[in-house]
């Protein structure tokens, strides 16, 4: 059970095991409340604390905020959480063969070849032939309707795909003003839906590819 205590300037939190003696955290002080006080919830969670990580409450024992116990938090700076963020997410390796056509594609409609191999990444993996179950084709993954739109004839084709999805993805960033995340959330679920919703919308699919191509791209996308 992880249990938290927010204040304006600390956020304190420990993973404990919900016992009877601990009961339950209330805001009444009940005589029921086997907790009489936040100071008392407070001390129990400090020595279940110490007991489940020593180790941690070494390192932070000098930075106590006063009569409260309470551990400030360190929040990390911009380069950190870039650097944590790195180390977290696989690089991204265009195949050999490919590369060449991303960056042609890229070239001619102006898009970041990073994202055009993030994106072909997320969708098919670099198979050529992958299909979807809603009829998706290719590395880009174009449904048949759009492919046809943007002059695609074989959508298995890896040059005449990423070409495809290239020019989607590029006329979708001047449609949402250069907004990357309403782009993307275009790209996978249609411009109508993100312009019904205002932005990015609830479907749990737009919401992953999103999410995922904002993590590796573009400092997890390897092109040479």
Same mark, same amino acid.
């Given at each position: 059970?992880?249990?938290?205590?927010?204040?304006?300037?600390?956020?304190?939190?420990?993973?404990?095991?919900?016992?009877?003696?601990?009961?339950?955290?209330?805001?009444?002080?009940?005589?029921?409340?086997?907790?009489?006080?936040?100071?008392?919830?407070?001390?129990?969670?400090?020595?279940?604390?110490?007991?489940?990580?020593?180790?941690?409450?070494?390192?932070?024992?000098?930075?106590?905020?006063?009569?409260?116990?309470?551990?400030?938090?360190?929040?990390?700076?911009?380069?950190?959480?870039?650097?944590?963020?790195?180390?977290?997410?696989?690089?991204?390796?265009?195949?050999?063969? =490919?590369?060449? %056509?991303?960056? !042609?594609? $890229? *070239?001619?409609? #102006? /898009?970041?070849?990073?994202?055009?191999?993030?994106?072909?990444?997320?969708?098919?993996?670099?198979?050529?032939?992958?299909?979807?179950?809603?009829?998706?084709?290719? =590395?880009?993954? %174009?449904?048949? !309707?759009? $492919? *046809?739109?943007? #002059? /695609?004839?074989?959508?298995?084709?890896?040059?005449?795909?990423?070409?495809?999805?290239?020019?989607?993805?590029?006329?979708?960033?001047?449609?949402?003003?250069?907004? =990357?995340?309403?782009?993307?959330?275009?790209?996978?679920?249609?411009?109508?839906?993100?312009?019904?919703?205002?932005?990015?919308?609830?479907?749990?699919?737009?919401?992953?590819?999103?999410?995922?191509?904002?993590?590796?791209?573009?400092?997890?996308?390897?092109?040479?």
């Amino acid at each position: 059970m992880q249990i938290t205590i927010q204040t304006k300037d600390y956020i304190y939190t420990s993973t404990l095991q919900a016992t009877e003696e601990q009961g339950a955290v209330t805001k009444s002080s009940s005589s029921k409340d086997p907790l009489k006080s936040v100071e008392k919830f407070q001390k129990l969670l400090e020595k279940k604390r110490a007991a489940l990580f020593p180790a941690a409450d070494q390192a932070g024992s000098g930075n106590q905020a006063g009569a409260t116990g309470l551990q400030k938090v360190n929040t990390m700076d911009a380069s950190q959480v870039k650097q944590a963020t790195d180390a977290s997410s696989a690089t991204i390796q265009v195949p050999q063969q =490919l590369e060449p %056509l991303f960056r !042609k594609a $890229a *070239q001619k409609y #102006g /898009v970041d070849e990073k994202l055009l191999v993030a994106i072909a990444y997320h969708e098919s993996r670099f198979s050529t032939t992958a299909t979807s179950k809603s009829g998706a084709m290719g =590395l880009m993954q %174009l449904m048949p !309707k759009t $492919a *046809q739109g943007l #002059g /695609v004839t074989n959508a298995y084709d890896p040059q005449e795909n990423i070409m495809g999805g290239a020019k989607l993805l590029s006329s979708l960033l001047k449609e949402f003003n250069g907004n =990357l995340d309403y782009a993307l959330a275009a790209y996978s679920n249609g411009s109508s839906t993100v312009r019904k919703y205002g932005g990015v919308p609830p479907i749990r699919q737009a919401q992953e590819f999103v999410s995922y191509i904002n993590r590796v791209y573009p400092d997890g996308v390897s092109l040479g």
